[in-house]
């Protein structure tokens, strides 16, 4: 199994999906029977690169889970802020019912310019009310692991703050 390639696995009526390092034209995502499969959990957490040509393959894939299965579940694990920051700029980048359990949120260090990318993990998809409470509260204040000087989130938070808000609805 190399880095760059997805892998996956089903339990069940449950499907894990590890994606790779890049997701691009190529990337083979799986066919699934979506009569049996209930529930898809996306792990971004190798991912560093997505393409035009990975947008397009992804969107239509996703699409068509919901589209195949109207009450399907989708978790998605470790989003990297690449992947944020395409769902701020593509609607419907991540399915309508996708939740998101956890993702990296990126500081950089006004002092000495070090950045990190910090993970926030809600152990759970839950409430859109709750998931904002706990997420402001996991982001609290960092300091620079090199300077101490205490670092800034080097995103707008209201791409963050759309993503919780925009998923979580779809949690009962
Ligand atoms: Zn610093």
């Given at each position: 199994?190399?880095?760059?390639?997805?892998?996956?696995?089903?339990?069940?009526?449950?499907?894990?999906?590890?994606?790779?390092?890049?997701?691009?034209?190529?990337?083979?995502?799986?066919?699934?029977?979506?009569?049996?499969?209930?529930?898809?959990?996306?792990?971004?957490?190798?991912?560093?690169?997505?393409?035009?040509?990975?947008?397009?393959?992804?969107?239509?894939?996703?699409?068509?889970?919901?589209?195949?299965?109207?009450?399907?579940?989708?978790?998605?694990?470790?989003?990297?802020f690449v992947l944020v920051k395409q769902e701020s700029l593509i609607t419907?980048f991540f399915?309508?019912?996708?939740?998101?359990?956890?993702?990296?949120?990126?500081?950089?260090?006004?002092?000495?310019?070090?950045?990190?990318?910090?993970?926030?993990?809600?152990?759970?998809?839950?409430?859109?009310?709750?998931?904002?409470?706990?997420?402001?509260?996991?982001?609290?204040?960092?300091?620079?692991?090199?300077?101490?000087?205490?670092?800034?989130?080097?995103a707008l938070e209201e791409q963050l703050t759309r993503l919780i808000?925009s998923?979580?609805?779809?949690?009962?």
């Open positions: 199994m190399t880095p760059f390639k997805l892998s996956y696995a089903i339990d069940r009526d449950t499907v894990n999906i590890t994606l790779g390092r890049e997701i691009s034209r190529e990337t083979r995502f799986p066919e699934l029977d979506l009569n049996k499969v209930k529930r898809v959990v996306l792990d971004f957490d190798k991912t560093q690169v997505i393409n035009s040509g990975g947008v397009r393959n992804w969107v239509m894939w996703a699409t068509d889970l919901e589209k195949i299965n109207s009450e399907i579940q989708i978790i998605l694990k470790n989003v990297r419907g399915p309508k019912r996708s939740s998101v359990v956890s993702m990296y949120v990126p500081f950089a260090c006004d002092g000495c310019g070090q950045t990190l990318n910090k993970k926030v993990d809600l152990g759970r998809p839950a409430r859109a009310d709750e998931l904002q409470k706990q997420f402001a509260s996991a982001l609290g204040e960092i300091n620079c692991p090199k300077c101490g000087h205490k670092m800034e989130l080097d808000g998923y979580a609805r779809h949690v009962s």
